[in-house]
C-alpha cells in the first residue's frame, strides 16, 4: 500500500485483486463465447478510472463501456487498442474526437449517424459503431418501427461507419415485461438481418440481468456493480466481493453530559453523559447528509451511531460503548463501510438513505483519498 504520499485519514481502499476476481467469477458464470464489457463509467462508480482499465483488460475483458466521450479518452489514454463504447449520446461537434481516439460510437438516430459517416471520410477512417434500439425503458434508443429499419439500413450502407453491433437496455420492472423487451429486441434485430444487416456483436444485459436472465447474455454481457462487488440479483448467484471499504480515524473526542446537544441544530441530544468523536468527512466527501441519525460507524466491531446532523466536512459519532476509547482513538480506524459484519454494507447505507447502491459509491468525491492494493 503507497501510504506514504496520504495527506489525509479518510481514504477509499480499492482492492484490486477483488475487482479481477469478480471479472474471473463472472466468466466463470457465463462461460467463454460471451464477450464481457466492464462498465466503467462514473469513475469507475467512485473507485476511480485511470487505476481500473489495465485490471480491466488483464482480467480479459473484450470491452470497457462508459457513458461520456472524456472518460472515453481517459480510457483511451490508458490502454492504446482496447475497444470503448460510448453507451449514448455523443453531442455532434465532438465527433473528431470519436474518430480520431478510435473509440465506438453508440448510435440512435440517422442525422448524427450521416455526421459521424462525414467526420470519418474527412479523416480517412472507419468508425464502429453500435445500434441502439429502445425496447421499452425510453431513454435512448431507435423506436422498434418501420422508419427505424430503414434508417439503419441507410446507416448500414454508410462508407465510413461500420456496424458493429447492436443492443438494447432493459427497464427490469419484471420477468414479463424483461420478455416483452426480449421479444422485442429479436424481432427487430431479425427484421434487420432480413434487410442484409450483420451484427456481431448483439447485448443486452447488466449486471442483474447477466445473472438473473442466463438467455439474455447473447454476445456480450455489460457489467457495472457486479464486477465492483454489488450484488443486486434475485434469481441466480455469483460470488463477488465489494472491492472497496471507506474508513477514517478520529479528529477529536468530546466528554458532554446528558441533555447537551451535537451539531446544527441539536438534532440529537445525549440522554446520558457521553463521548462523542468527531470524524473527518462528510457529505462533501460523499457520505449521504441523509444519514444522520440513523447510520452508525464501526470501531473494533463496535458500532457508533452518527449523532446529530452530518457536516460537509465533518459527522459526529456516539462511541461511549467503545472500551478505552478516550485513549486509544487516535491510533483506532473508523469503518464507514465494509464488507464484514460488524460494519455498515453499501446495501445498509442505500437502504437508510433510500437510495441504490451504486449511487452510494458514485457519490464518493474526488477529495477522499484511493489506495490501491
Ligand atoms: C450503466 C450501464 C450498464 C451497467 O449497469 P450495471 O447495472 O451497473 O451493471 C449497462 N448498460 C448500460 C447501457 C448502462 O448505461
Not at 481500473?52 to 481517459?74: D, M, N
Not at 490508458?78 to 473528431?96: N, Q, R
Not at 422485442?184 to 447485448?203: M, P, S, T, W, Y
Not at 460507524?297 to 459526529?316: E, F, H, Q, T
Amino acid at each position: 500500500m503507497d501510504e506514504h504520499k496520504s495527506l489525509r485519514d479518510t481514504k477509499l481502499y480499492v482492492d484490486l485483486e477483488k475487482f479481477q476476481t469478480n471479472i474471473h467469477l463472472i466468466r466463470k458464470l457465463i462461460g467463454d463465447r460471451t464477450r464481457i464489457m466492464a462498465v466503467l463509467k462514473a469513475n469507475a462508480y467512485g473507485h476511480g478510472l485511470t487505476e481500473l482499465v489495465k485490471p480491466a483488460v488483464l482480467a480479459g475483458v473484450s470491452y470497457i463501456g462508459v457513458a461520456t466521450l472524456a472518460e472515453a479518452i481517459t480510457v483511451r489514454e490508458c490502454d492504446e487498442s482496447v475497444p470503448i463504447l460510448i453507451l449514448g449520446y455523443t453531442p455532434e461537434h465532438l465527433f473528431d474526437a470519436v474518430v480520431e481516439n478510435n473509440i465506438t460510437q453508440t448510435i440512435f438516430d440517422l442525422d448524427s449517424a450521416k455526421k459521424l459517416d462525414q467526420v470519418s471520410s474527412m479523416k480517412n477512417r472507419k468508425t464502429k459503431v453500435h445500434i441502439k434500439v429502445d425496447t421499452g425503458l425510453h431513454r435512448l434508443g431507435f423506436s422498434d418501427m418501420n422508419q427505424s429499419l430503414e434508417d439503419i439500413s441507410a446507416i448500414n450502407k454508410m462508407k465510413n461507419l461500420n456496424i458493429e453491433g447492436i443492443f438494447s437496455h432493459l427497464a427490469l420492472t419484471d420477468d414479463e415485461s424483461n420478455e416483452v423487451q426480449f421479444s422485442r429486441f429479436n424481432n427487430f434485430v431479425q427484421a434487420l438481418e432480413e434487410r442484409g444487416c450483420d451484427f456481431k456483436i448483439k447485448h443486452l444485459a447488466d449486471s442483474i440481468a447477466t445473472v438473473d436472465y442466463p438467455k439474455y447474455r447473447l454476445d456480450m454481457v455489460r457489467v457495472g456493480a457486479l464486477i465492483y462487488g454489488v450484488r443486486g440479483f434475485h434469481k441466480g448467484n455469483v460470488e463477488v466481493e465489494l472491492i472497496s471499504s471507506l474508513k477514517t480515524k478520529i479528529a477529536q473526542i468530546h466528554q458532554i453530559s446528558k441533555g447537551e446537544g451535537v451539531s446544527y441544530d441539536y438534532t440529537w441530544k445525549a440522554e446520558r453523559s457521553s463521548i462523542i468523536g468527531t470524524i473527518p468527512i462528510g457529505y462533501g466527501d460523499g457520505i449521504p447528509r441523509n444519514l444522520s441519525n440513523k447510520g452508525y460507524a464501526s470501531i473494533n466491531g463496535w458500532k457508533c451511531p452518527y449523532v446529530g446532523l452530518i457536516n460537509m466536512d465533518y459527522a459526529m459519532i456516539d462511541i461511549t460503548e467503545v472500551p478505552g476509547i478516550a485513549k486509544t482513538y487516535k491510533d483506532k480506524d473508523v469503518i464507514i463501510y465494509d464488507d464484514s459484519d460488524s460494519t455498515m454494507d453499501i446495501s445498509d447505507i442505500s437502504k437508510i438513505t433510500g437510495t441504490n447502491k451504486n449511487d452510494i459509491l458514485c457519490r464518493i468525491t474526488p477529495r477522499v483519498e484511493r489506495v490501491y492494493f
